[in-house]
C-alpha cells in the first residue's frame, strides 16, 4: 500500500508560483510512475503532469512550459513548481501514483491518490 500526502497548495494572485509536493510512505515509490492530476468545481479530474522512476516526464498542454515535474526518489518525494499561474489553474491538485514505470494522462490508470491541495490563482 502506497500512502501519498499533499502539501504546498495555497492561494496567489495571477503571476505568481507555487510549489507542491508530494510525498510517499507505506512502501518505496522508486519504480512507480507518479502524476499531478487537477478538478476545478464542477468539472471532471484532468491530467496535469506525469513522471516516470527514469525518464521523459509529459504535461498537459494548459501547463506546457509553466509547470515543471521532479521526483526524488531518495526521498520518495514528488515536486511540481508552478510558475505563471493563472485564475484557469484554480483547482483541488491531486498526486497519483501507478503500479509501474510507464507514465499514463489516464486517470483510471492510477492506483493510488492523495487528499488533494487546493490552489487558488486570484486574477
Known amino acids: 500500500q502506497v500512502h501519498l500526502v499533499e502539501s504546498g497548495g495555497g492561494l496567489v494572485q495571477a503571476g505568481a508560483s507555487l510549489r507542491l509536493s508530494c510525498a510517499a510512505s507505506?512502501?518505496?515509490?522508486?519504480?512507480?510512475?507518479m502524476g499531478w492530476f487537477r478538478q476545478a468545481p464542477g468539472k471532471e479530474r484532468s491530467f496535469v503532469a506525469a513522471i516516470p522512476y527514469s525518464g521523459v516526464t509529459i504535461y498537459a498542454d494548459s501547463v506546457k512550459g509553466r509547470f515543471t515535474l521532479s521526483r526524488d526518489n531518495a526521498k520518495n518525494t514528488m515536486y511540481l513548481q508552478m510558475n505563471s499561474l493563472k485564475p484557469e489553474d484554480t483547482a483541488i491538485y491531486y498526486c497519483?501514483?501507478?503500479?509501474?514505470?510507464?507514465?499514463?494522462?489516464?486517470?483510471?490508470?492510477?492506483?493510488?491518490w492523495g487528499q488533494g491541495t487546493q490552489v487558488t490563482v486570484s486574477s
Open positions: 497519483a501514483a501507478r503500479e509501474g514505470w510507464g507514465t499514463s494522462t489516464d486517470r483510471f490508470s492510477y492506483k493510488y
Open positions: 507505506g512502501r518505496t515509490f522508486g519504480t512507480n510512475a
